[in-house]
């Protein structure tokens, strides 16, 4: 069965520090979401790739996060430096995007996440 | 205002009970709606996906949408205590995927 990959699955930092998130989607997904998930709320959209295109990164704090897609498959998140606030679970999801129907368009499936813990 | 908005519970039920679980919503012009499941520590696995008024089922859920009202809801037939996790509602919005923040369920032998 067909599953969006990520790594690491937990990652225990300290602050001012770099870390990096690693995603690959399911194969043949063009659209590409990276989401972070704090405690006890839903998910927020963080930035949206279609192929190697950001399409939202308006919830991105581009002071510290970056995130790419350079080859339209799988994408690196980036936090530099991070900091205590950082702390939740970041998930990427994928869905297959502009080529399918509107439903295959808009239906999302996660990946195991990463548990970012920033002391 | 929130623009999905469901209550936090927990909503407790006995096990073999059905299990409603709320969600309302603010965008008159969504189109799209999901039900995720998401147990403790881990991602949010899909349920169902709804995006006609009415009732859909797959085997024991049942989606119920009504646009008129900014409702949807998640009804869990023969609720199991591997049932027990966060349901989380999410609705497309400006062409965006917006989530509430979650119902806990919690299912008792």
């Known amino acids: 069965e067909a599953e969006v990959a990520q790594s690491p699955r937990y990652k225990i930092t300290e602050k001012s520090q770099a870390v990096a998130f690693w995603c690959d989607p399911i194969?043949?997904?063009?659209?590409l979401y990276w989401y972070r998930q704090i405690l006890g709320q839903g998910p927020e959209l963080l930035v949206q790739?279609?192929?190697?295109?950001?399409?939202?990164d308006s919830q991105l704090p581009k002071d510290r996060f970056s995130a790419e897609r350079l080859k339209g498959v799988d994408s690196t998140l980036k936090i530099q430096p991070a900091e205590l606030g950082d702390s939740a679970m970041y998930l990427c999801?994928?869905?297959?995007?502009?080529?399918?129907?509107?439903?295959?368009?808009?239906?999302?499936?996660f990946g195991p996440g990463t548990r970012l813990l920033v002391l | 205002q929130k623009e999905v908005e469901q209550n936090s519970g927990p909503l407790s039920v006995p096990e073999g009970a059905i299990a409603s679980l709320n969600c309302t919503y603010s965008?008159?012009?969504?189109?799209?709606f999901f039900w995720y499941r998401q147990y403790s520590g881990k991602s949010p696995e899909l349920i169902m996906s709804?995006?006609?008024?009415g009732d859909k089922e797959d085997g024991r859920f049942t989606a119920q949408l009504n646009k008129a009202s900014q409702y949807v809801s998640l009804l869990i037939r023969d609720s199991q205590p591997s049932d027990s996790a966060t349901y989380l509602c999410?609705?497309?919005?400006?062409?965006?995927?917006?989530f509430g923040t979650g119902t806990r369920l919690l299912v008792s032998p």
């Open positions: 965008d008159r012009v969504s189109q799209s």
């Open positions: 999801a994928s869905s297959l995007g502009l080529t399918g129907t509107h439903t295959e368009q808009e239906t999302q499936y």
């Open positions: 709804i995006y006609s008024n």
């Open positions: 790739f279609q192929d190697e295109s950001v399409v939202d």
């Open positions: 999410a609705v497309t919005s400006f062409q965006k995927l917006v």
């Open positions: 194969s043949g997904h063009a659209t």
